[in-house]
T-cell receptor, first 117, second 116 residues
Framework: SQQGEEDPQALSIQEGENATMNCSYK?????LQWYRQNSGRGLVHLIL?????REKHSGRLRVTLDTSKKSSSLLITASRAADTASYFC?????????????????FGSGTQLTVLP | KAGVTQTPRYLIKTRGQQVTLSCSPI?????VSWYQQTPGQGLQFLFE???????NKGNFPGRFSGRQFSNSRSEMNVSTLELGDSALYLC???????????????FGPGTRLTVT
């Protein structure tokens, strides 16, 4: 079952604009990750934020995490046509690492981003 | 370093048949996880193998099984295929040492399975 819900399901913007996607989850987490998927291909890891972090940057990406609200947002600044893809958040549960379950990612439903040239 | 490779990339099978998918992780990665992606259910975790042992299993029927070899390559098998098994099957590898707290997973391009 899906842990996270992503909002919006689809987003269409012009090149150069910023894109913001939100993710909500239900259970306590160890970390939250964002992935990108181009047109039914494999996923590409974008960024990982730990449960004790509130904000993280990587190039044009900015991720925030609010564990009290069980939500995260991904901001892509100055978007490009090449950013067109589906974006997924994935959570790793806050369980004992030795149980192995920390490596079981639970994915959200994804946001389809279209950047128009 | 070469990325995660999956073979075959596309597969068409008939209901009732069985299928084996293969995944070669990034060199040095000992953890391999499998995911199923469908339009209806999204991305769902199947199982994870680490050092030839299944460490974690998702909520899938026993028709779905897997194994990992000593070189960390992994296979997953689906027996008695059903139409609903049509999906993109993704494999991911990671370093994931036993007590790693934070890790990244690197995904392969997937195998597109169509069951007719």
């Amino acid at each position: 079952s899906q842990q996270g819900e992503e909002d919006p399901q689809a987003l269409s913007i012009q090149e150069g604009e910023n894109a913001t996607m939100n993710c909500s989850y239900k259970t306590s987490i160890n970390n939250l990750q964002w992935y990108r998927q181009n047109s039914g291909r494999g996923l590409v890891h974008l960024i990982l934020i730990r449960s004790n972090e509130r904000e993280k940057h990587s190039g044009r990406l900015r991720v925030t995490l609010d564990t009290s609200k069980k939500s995260s947002s991904l901001l892509i600044t100055a978007s490009r046509a090449a950013d067109t893809a589906s974006y997924f958040c994935a959570t790793a549960p806050a369980e004992r690492i030795s149980s192995g379950s920390a490596r079981q990612l639970t994915f959200g439903s994804g946001t389809q981003l279209t950047v128009l040239p | 370093k070469a990325g995660v490779t999956q073979t075959p990339r596309y597969l068409i099978k008939t209901r009732g048949q069985q299928v084996t998918l293969s995944c070669s992780p990034i060199s040095g990665h000992r953890s391999v996880s499998w995911y199923q992606q469908t339009p209806g259910q999204g991305l769902q975790f199947l199982f994870e193998y680490f050092s030839e042992t299944q460490r974690n299993k998702g909520n899938f029927p026993g028709r779905f099984s897997g194994r990992q070899f000593s070189n960390s390559r992994s296979e997953m098998n689906v027996s008695t295929l059903e139409l609903g098994d049509s999906a993109l099957y993704l494999c991911a590898s990671s370093l994931a040492p036993d007590r790693a707290l934070y890790y990244e997973q690197y995904f392969g391009p997937g195998t597109r399975l169509t069951v007719t």
